[in-house]
Protein backbone atom coordinates (compact mmCIF):
# COMPACT_ATOMS: atom_id res chain seq x y z
CA UNK A 1 0.00 0.00 0.00
CA UNK A 2 0.87 3.53 -0.23
CA UNK A 3 -0.03 6.70 2.20
CA UNK A 4 -0.24 10.01 0.38
CA UNK A 5 -0.26 13.35 1.28
CA UNK A 6 -1.46 16.91 -0.89
CA UNK A 7 -0.94 20.62 0.17
CA UNK A 8 -3.09 22.40 0.11
CA UNK A 9 -6.02 20.54 0.92
CA UNK A 10 -8.09 23.49 -0.32
CA UNK A 11 -7.44 27.23 -1.89
CA UNK A 12 -9.53 30.18 -3.33
CA UNK A 13 -7.41 31.83 -5.93
CA UNK A 14 -7.50 35.10 -8.06
CA UNK A 15 -7.38 34.23 -11.85
CA UNK A 16 -4.29 34.71 -13.31
CA UNK A 17 -2.42 33.31 -10.45
CA UNK A 18 -0.81 30.79 -10.23
CA UNK A 19 -0.82 27.55 -7.73
CA UNK A 20 1.89 25.02 -6.92
CA UNK A 21 0.42 21.73 -5.43
CA UNK A 22 2.58 19.21 -3.58
CA UNK A 23 1.89 15.38 -3.37
CA UNK A 24 4.45 13.31 -0.81
CA UNK A 25 3.85 9.51 -0.73
CA UNK A 26 5.87 7.22 2.29
CA UNK A 27 7.55 5.30 -0.23
CA UNK A 28 10.03 5.21 -3.33
CA UNK A 29 7.83 5.06 -6.87
CA UNK A 30 9.12 5.17 -10.20
CA UNK A 31 5.43 7.10 -11.40
CA UNK A 32 3.48 9.39 -9.99
CA UNK A 33 0.23 10.46 -11.57
CA UNK A 34 -1.79 13.27 -11.58
CA UNK A 35 -5.36 13.47 -12.40
CA UNK A 36 -8.13 16.33 -12.32
CA UNK A 37 -11.59 15.77 -11.20
CA UNK A 38 -13.90 18.76 -12.33
CA UNK A 39 -17.34 18.46 -9.95
CA UNK A 40 -19.27 16.30 -10.57
CA UNK A 41 -17.20 14.71 -13.54
CA UNK A 42 -14.81 11.43 -13.43
CA UNK A 43 -11.54 11.58 -12.84
CA UNK A 44 -9.29 12.35 -16.32
CA UNK A 45 -5.65 11.82 -16.17
CA UNK A 46 -3.18 15.06 -16.85
CA UNK A 47 0.13 13.62 -16.59
CA UNK A 48 2.28 10.76 -15.55
CA UNK A 49 5.61 12.19 -13.96
CA UNK A 50 8.91 9.46 -13.88
CA UNK A 51 11.43 10.22 -11.40
CA UNK A 52 14.41 12.34 -13.29
CA UNK A 53 12.65 12.68 -16.67
CA UNK A 54 10.11 14.66 -18.04
CA UNK A 55 6.37 14.47 -17.46
CA UNK A 56 4.41 12.85 -20.34
CA UNK A 57 1.03 14.78 -20.48
CA UNK A 58 -2.57 13.36 -21.99
CA UNK A 59 -4.15 14.84 -24.80
CA UNK A 60 -5.53 18.50 -24.18
CA UNK A 61 -3.26 19.24 -21.05
CA UNK A 62 0.22 20.98 -21.79
CA UNK A 63 3.22 21.47 -19.98
CA UNK A 64 3.01 25.29 -19.90
CA UNK A 65 -0.49 25.37 -18.15
CA UNK A 66 0.46 22.31 -16.29
CA UNK A 67 4.32 22.06 -15.01
CA UNK A 68 4.97 18.95 -13.11
CA UNK A 69 8.21 18.72 -10.90
CA UNK A 70 9.82 15.40 -9.98
CA UNK A 71 13.07 16.20 -7.95
CA UNK A 72 12.99 12.33 -6.19
CA UNK A 73 11.19 9.29 -5.71
CA UNK A 74 8.89 10.42 -3.09
CA UNK A 75 7.65 13.57 -3.89
CA UNK A 76 5.91 15.77 -6.90
CA UNK A 77 4.68 18.90 -7.42
CA UNK A 78 2.06 19.98 -9.84
CA UNK A 79 1.74 23.74 -10.91
CA UNK A 80 -1.97 25.29 -12.53
CA UNK A 81 -0.67 28.32 -14.23
CA UNK A 82 -2.44 31.46 -15.34
CA UNK A 83 -5.54 30.05 -13.69
CA UNK A 84 -9.45 30.45 -15.08
CA UNK A 85 -12.74 29.75 -12.94
CA UNK A 86 -12.23 26.98 -15.48
CA UNK A 87 -9.13 25.60 -13.81
CA UNK A 88 -11.72 25.19 -10.96
CA UNK A 89 -11.79 21.44 -9.85
CA UNK A 90 -10.13 19.08 -7.54
CA UNK A 91 -6.68 17.40 -8.12
CA UNK A 92 -5.52 14.27 -7.24
CA UNK A 93 -2.24 13.02 -7.31
CA UNK A 94 -1.43 8.70 -7.28
CA UNK A 95 0.70 6.06 -7.47
CA UNK A 96 0.51 2.72 -8.40
CA UNK A 97 1.28 -0.63 -5.96
CA UNK A 98 0.44 -3.87 -7.74
CA UNK A 99 -2.86 -4.12 -9.54
CA UNK A 100 -3.82 -0.69 -7.57
CA UNK A 101 -3.67 3.25 -7.63
CA UNK A 102 -3.70 4.71 -4.61
CA UNK A 103 -4.93 8.03 -4.50
CA UNK A 104 -4.00 10.86 -2.23
CA UNK A 105 -6.47 13.12 -0.76
CA UNK A 106 -6.84 15.88 -3.17
CA UNK A 107 -6.22 19.35 -3.45
CA UNK A 108 -9.87 21.44 -3.94
CA UNK A 109 -9.21 24.41 -6.28
CA UNK A 110 -11.54 27.29 -6.51
CA UNK A 111 -10.73 30.63 -9.00
CA UNK A 112 -12.52 33.77 -8.63
CA UNK B 1 -6.53 5.11 -26.37
CA UNK B 2 -9.26 2.88 -24.88
CA UNK B 3 -12.84 4.80 -23.69
CA UNK B 4 -15.45 3.01 -21.41
CA UNK B 5 -19.29 3.67 -21.23
CA UNK B 6 -20.30 3.71 -17.55
CA UNK B 7 -24.49 3.47 -16.89
CA UNK B 8 -26.76 4.41 -14.62
CA UNK B 9 -25.08 7.98 -14.00
CA UNK B 10 -27.15 8.09 -11.26
CA UNK B 11 -28.76 5.54 -8.76
CA UNK B 12 -31.39 6.20 -5.70
CA UNK B 13 -32.05 2.88 -4.12
CA UNK B 14 -33.98 2.55 -1.10
CA UNK B 15 -31.91 0.32 2.08
CA UNK B 16 -32.32 -3.22 1.01
CA UNK B 17 -32.45 -2.94 -2.58
CA UNK B 18 -30.06 -4.32 -4.71
CA UNK B 19 -27.48 -1.88 -7.25
CA UNK B 20 -26.16 -2.21 -10.42
CA UNK B 21 -23.85 -0.42 -12.42
CA UNK B 22 -22.37 -1.74 -15.72
CA UNK B 23 -19.14 -0.60 -17.78
CA UNK B 24 -19.24 -1.12 -21.66
CA UNK B 25 -16.45 -0.71 -24.14
CA UNK B 26 -16.44 -1.14 -28.01
CA UNK B 27 -12.72 -2.62 -27.62
CA UNK B 28 -11.48 -5.82 -25.71
CA UNK B 29 -9.96 -4.86 -23.02
CA UNK B 30 -6.77 -6.48 -21.11
CA UNK B 31 -8.72 -5.47 -17.30
CA UNK B 32 -10.69 -3.44 -15.77
CA UNK B 33 -10.90 -1.71 -12.25
CA UNK B 34 -13.27 -0.73 -9.66
CA UNK B 35 -12.86 2.38 -7.37
CA UNK B 36 -15.16 3.67 -5.04
CA UNK B 37 -15.34 7.43 -4.04
CA UNK B 38 -17.44 8.56 -0.62
CA UNK B 39 -18.67 11.80 -0.84
CA UNK B 40 -15.99 14.59 -0.09
CA UNK B 41 -13.43 11.76 -0.49
CA UNK B 42 -10.74 10.48 -2.96
CA UNK B 43 -10.97 6.61 -5.51
CA UNK B 44 -10.32 4.12 -2.98
CA UNK B 45 -9.53 0.72 -5.39
CA UNK B 46 -11.50 -2.26 -4.67
CA UNK B 47 -10.53 -4.78 -7.31
CA UNK B 48 -9.17 -5.77 -10.32
CA UNK B 49 -10.59 -8.25 -13.16
CA UNK B 50 -8.23 -10.10 -16.25
CA UNK B 51 -9.86 -12.57 -17.13
CA UNK B 52 -12.72 -14.04 -19.07
CA UNK B 53 -15.97 -14.52 -17.52
CA UNK B 54 -14.54 -13.89 -14.56
CA UNK B 55 -16.33 -13.56 -11.35
CA UNK B 56 -15.32 -11.76 -7.73
CA UNK B 57 -16.84 -11.20 -4.81
CA UNK B 58 -16.24 -9.15 -1.73
CA UNK B 59 -19.16 -9.64 1.09
CA UNK B 60 -22.30 -7.93 -0.27
CA UNK B 61 -20.15 -7.12 -3.81
CA UNK B 62 -20.02 -8.87 -6.92
CA UNK B 63 -17.98 -7.88 -9.70
CA UNK B 64 -17.99 -9.92 -13.05
CA UNK B 65 -15.84 -9.20 -16.40
CA UNK B 66 -18.24 -10.52 -19.10
CA UNK B 67 -16.82 -13.17 -21.74
CA UNK B 68 -15.49 -11.50 -24.44
CA UNK B 69 -13.97 -8.99 -22.09
CA UNK B 70 -15.78 -5.77 -23.16
CA UNK B 71 -17.86 -5.40 -20.42
CA UNK B 72 -18.17 -5.35 -16.33
CA UNK B 73 -20.94 -5.34 -13.64
CA UNK B 74 -20.46 -4.35 -10.15
CA UNK B 75 -23.64 -5.47 -8.41
CA UNK B 76 -24.25 -4.63 -4.16
CA UNK B 77 -26.89 -6.79 -2.40
CA UNK B 78 -29.24 -5.61 0.06
CA UNK B 79 -27.63 -2.25 -0.04
CA UNK B 80 -26.96 0.11 2.78
CA UNK B 81 -26.28 3.58 3.79
CA UNK B 82 -22.58 2.86 4.19
CA UNK B 83 -22.37 2.01 0.19
CA UNK B 84 -23.45 5.33 -0.45
CA UNK B 85 -20.82 6.76 -2.63
CA UNK B 86 -20.05 7.20 -6.94
CA UNK B 87 -18.66 4.07 -7.92
CA UNK B 88 -16.12 4.09 -11.27
CA UNK B 89 -14.88 1.78 -13.66
CA UNK B 90 -11.47 2.13 -15.49
CA UNK B 91 -8.89 0.73 -17.35
CA UNK B 92 -5.22 -0.12 -17.01
CA UNK B 93 -3.42 0.46 -19.80
CA UNK B 94 -0.03 2.18 -20.96
CA UNK B 95 3.77 1.05 -20.01
CA UNK B 96 2.72 3.29 -16.81
CA UNK B 97 -0.42 1.47 -16.07
CA UNK B 98 -2.06 5.15 -16.09
CA UNK B 99 -5.82 4.44 -15.56
CA UNK B 100 -8.95 5.56 -18.17
CA UNK B 101 -12.13 5.60 -15.72
CA UNK B 102 -15.50 5.22 -16.76
CA UNK B 103 -17.99 8.58 -16.15
CA UNK B 104 -19.39 6.67 -12.67
CA UNK B 105 -22.20 5.57 -10.94
CA UNK B 106 -23.18 7.88 -7.98
CA UNK B 107 -25.59 5.81 -5.33
CA UNK B 108 -27.80 7.29 -2.78
CA UNK B 109 -29.19 5.10 -0.63
CA UNK B 110 -32.06 6.11 1.19
CA UNK B 111 -33.07 5.01 4.69
Known amino acids: SAVISQKPSRDICQRGTSLTIQCQVD?????MFWYRQQPGQSLTLIATANQGSEATYESGFVIDKFPISRPNLTFSTLTVSNMSPEDSSIYLC?????????FGPGTRLTVL | GQQVMQIPQYQHVQEGEDFTTYCNSSTTLSNIQWYKQRPGGHPVFLIQLVKSGEVKKQKRLTFQFGEAKKNSSLHITATQTTDVGTYFC???????????FGSGTQLTVLP
Open chain 2, 90 to 100: AISSGSARQLT
Open chain 1, 27 to 31: SQVTM
Open chain 1, 94 to 102: SVGAGNEQF
